[in-house]
């Protein structure tokens, strides 16, 4: 017996055309890191599955019949902040992407990548990372670096305490209060006052929110 290998991930497929599930299911099963575990083709049964099966990684289509896969995310991530979700579109739009950013996504990929791209976007996903299709990066990136659409929290990093950065990293690698409390030799009380304070300076509400700008900040110091 082989010892030592990670476990595959395990995948939630959601798009509304069985057909390209079945496609997205024949692509994917070709590779033994990645175990299709369920699938869905709406908003509610993607929310639905992702409960019941606690999935590593959602494949998630935008267009839904019943909503937005950005609506799905966020509600996924929100209830479930260690499951990540990768967009899989057709449709190489710069608003959609911002939006499913801030839902807390982790990476946005095209459909018309190739099946071993595919594969490693998943594999890069569920193993922590974060990514953006090459076509729209540069693109997306420079629109954050001259303003256009920037979230209020892009200024407000600044801001921060050192240890209010320290624990918004620690947010962003999907730790809880109790594990950031352990880490830092805090008690889970500070480390939620900590965590308002943050929520405060950044103006976002919720962990996946605070998630997904640490992602959109480590995207652009990575260029």
Same mark, same amino acid.
Do not use: W
């Given at each position: 017996?082989?010892?030592g290998?990670?476990a595959?991930?395990? $995948?939630?497929?959601?798009?509304? %055309? ?28 993607? $929310?639905?599955?992702?409960? @019941?099966?606690?999935? =590593?990684?959602?494949?998630? =289509?935008?267009? #839904?019949? =019943? ?15 260690t ?28 459909? =018309? ?11 890069? $996903?569920?193993?922590?990372?974060? #990514? ?12 954050? @670096?001259?303003?256009?659409?920037? %979230? ?15 624990i ?6 999907? #730790?809880?209060?109790r ?22 300076? #950044? ?21």
């Amino acid at each position: 017996m082989t010892t030592g290998q990670p476990a595959p991930i395990r $995948v939630l497929l959601v798009d509304d %055309h069985e057909v390209v599930r079945r496609g997205l299911q024949t692509i994917l099963e070709r590779n033994p890191e990645i175990n299709i575990v369920g699938e869905a083709g709406t908003v509610a049964g993607a $929310v639905r599955e992702a409960t @019941r099966l606690r999935p =590593d990684v959602v494949v998630m =289509d935008l267009r #839904l019949p =019943d909503g937005s896969g950005v609506e799905a995310c966020r509600q996924i991530r929100e209830e479930h902040d260690t499951t990540s979700v990768l967009i899989l579109t057709s449709h190489a739009d710069e608003d959609a992407l911002f939006s499913a950013v801030l839902a807390g996504a982790s990476g946005y990929v095209l459909k =018309d990548l190739d099946p071993t791209g595919i594969q490693k976007a998943i594999i890069d $996903v569920g193993r922590g990372g974060s #990514l953006l299709d090459p076509q729209m990066a540069t693109r997306v990136l420079e629109r954050m @670096r001259r303003g256009a659409g920037q %979230h209020p929290a892009d200024d407000a990093f600044a801001t921060l305490s050192p240890q209010e950065d320290r624990i918004l990293d620690m947010i962003g690698d999907g #730790l809880t209060n109790r594990e950031i409390a352990e880490r830092l030799s805090l008690s889970e009380k500070t480390v939620k006052n900590y965590v308002s304070e943050i929520y405060s300076k #950044l103006h976002v509400e919720r962990r996946s929110q605070a998630s997904s700008l640490v992602t959109a900040r480590r995207m652009r110091k990575e260029q």
